[in-house]
């Protein structure tokens, strides 16, 4: 099979990822589950390169030989784009391929909570949509981003690396820019934001402090910021982007992140019992009390003000896990693999 016959084998599929890797079957990610490609034989290390460089160009090539690593997009026909990572791996080329639909589904279509049409509505502030890799960030994002670009006349502004889903202007006017190619850098880019007249700026990673403070900047400066973080929840995001800084500017992010900040959306996909994946999610809006507890560096308490606001449209992952069971879209053994423990339980947990 060629490379191109492989990502048709992941639309068919459903598949979310094509890993190549020598000495391993081709294999695809459905539905969460490794699968190897049926009746394929494991590849060959001389079989790396030319199997992945027909969808590399001559500049990316140089690139990926150079720095061992590159993460691009490639489109696929009118069946999608793929986001591409090449490396390296025991000094052989390998590749991590992952599907980006060309359709961009709506916030009901991925079952999301209905709290994530307000996000739609927000003017200004920072949202922050938080997981760990591969569950749905990147969808849920583009399903807000989408929802404003379909009900709103703003200019969208995108930073990518790379590019994921490709938006068409309907009622907003929409710049999406991808690392390297139309940007060296997300810090810069974000600074340059504030002179392209952006209403929403999606930021697709704060990976350091320097991105961090520009995207916190973005926010302060009256615009809508909405990014993501490799986190768990809401309070070990607020730790995480606290610490990035040195010890003598923490006092003054807590601050400004007390100010900016408007909802942290933490989201796992869970393996439905009708087929698929199904997302579950803590929501932590920023009340009053939140932005109290942020400014004086207490997040360990934002957990008890999730479990205490669910009037407000809060939601802890134990909540979101016990509706999912209710509703018999996921199994016991699925809920309590991600941290499930029934209200009784936690009750004399609490206790001890």
């Not at 849920?140 to 502004?157: C, F, G, V, Y």
């Not at 850098?185 to 403070?213: H, K, N, Q």
């Not at 800084?245 to 992140?257: C, D, K």
């Not at 479990?307 to 802890?316: D, K, L, R, W, Y």
């Amino acid at each position: 099979m060629t490379i191109r016959d492989m990502l048709q084998m992941v639309v068919d599929q459903e598949a979310s990822d094509l890993h190549l890797i020598a000495g391993t079957v081709p294999t695809l990610r459905v539905h969460g589950q490794l699968m190897a490609i049926p009746n394929e034989a494991a590849l060959l290390p001389q079989d790396m390169e030319p199997l992945i460089t027909p969808i590399v160009s001559s500049e990316q090539h140089e690139l990926v030989m150079v720095n061992k690593e590159l993460d691009f997009s490639y489109q696929f026909g009118e069946l999608g784009r793929f986001r591409v990572n090449i490396y390296f791996e025991k000094n052989i080329m390998a590749a991590e391929l992952r599907l980006i639909p060309a359709k961009i589904k709506t916030i009901e279509e991925l079952g999301l909570p209905q709290i994530c049409h307000k996000f739609a509505v927000l003017k200004q502030g920072l949202i922050l949509v938080t997981g760990p890799t591969g569950q749905g960030k990147s969808s849920t994002l583009a399903a807000i981003i989408e929802e404003i670009n379909r009900t709103r006349a703003e200019h969208i502004l995108t930073i990518e690396d790379p590019i994921e889903f490709v938006y068409t202007p309907a009622m907003s006017i929409i710049s999406q820019r991808e690392l390297h190619s139309d940007t060296h850098s997300w810090d810069i880019a974000l600074r340059s934001a504030l002179r392209e007249d952006p209403d929403v700026v999606l930021v697709g990673e704060m990976r350091d402090f320097e991105t961090i403070a520009a995207a916190l900047t973005v926010a302060e400066t009256g615009h809508l910021v909405f990014a993501t973080l490799h986190t768990n929840s809401a309070a070990q995001t607020i730790d995480r982007i606290i610490d990035v800084f040195p010890a003598e500017q923490q006092a003054q992010i807590r601050s400004q992140l007390a100010m900016t900040i408007e909802a942290i959306f933490s989201q796992r996909l869970l393996p439905s019992l009708r087929g698929g994946r199904v997302a579950a999610a803590e929501v932590l809006l920023a009340t009053s009390a939140v932005r109290n507890l942020i400014r004086e560096g207490k997040s360990f308490q934002l957990d008890n003000v999730i479990q205490t606001s669910a009037e407000v449209g809060m939601t802890t992952l134990n909540a979101s896990l016990a509706s999912l069971l209710d509703q018999g879209r996921i199994s016991h053994e699925v809920a309590t693999q991600y941290g499930y423990v029934a209200e009784g339980m936690r009750k004399v947990v609490g206790q001890m």
